[in-house]
């Protein structure tokens, strides 16, 4: 993706939130969260710095260059998936994001007792090979 605007949403999208979640959280309102990722307006630095605080990588949207991850800070586990990741196509990208939250919003479930299932065993490490 190219220019401001289309990094921000891909920031946004990666993240799982909605126009008006992320506009919440940078202190605007959803109109103008529209119009940032057009590219008819441009946001203030303490908007950035609030999504920055959240998980948006203000590099990225900046410039276009992600910002580096220390080698040391993956597991061999998540180096793995991460190189797998980015040989996705973006669509599938998605498709896998949305994969993984409903599975965390699962796993969150389980913690305070409410078990649901996805009707067959999910063994990760043998997607992986």
């Known amino acids: 993706m190219s220019g401001f605007g289309p990094r921000l949403r891909e920031e946004r999208e990666r993240l799982g939130l ?37 998980g948006v990588d203000a590099l990225y949207v900046l410039s276009g260059v992600h910002t580096p991850v220390p080698l040391d800070s993956l597991t061999v586990d998540e180096d793995r998936v991460l190189a797998l990741f980015r040989r996705l196509p973006e669509a599938d990208k998605r498709a896998l994001r949305h994969l993984l939250q409903r599975l965390a919003g699962e796993a969150s479930e389980r913690e305070v007792g409410q078990v649901r299932t996805l009707g067959r065993p999910v063994i990760f490490d043998d997607a992986l090979t």
Do not use: C, H, M, W
């Open 18 to 54: 909605t126009q008006r979640v992320f506009g919440d959280i940078g202190g605007v309102e959803p109109n103008a969260q529209g119009k940032y990722e057009s590219g008819e307006r441009t946001p203030r630095a303490d908007y950035l710095a609030a999504l920055a605080k959240r």
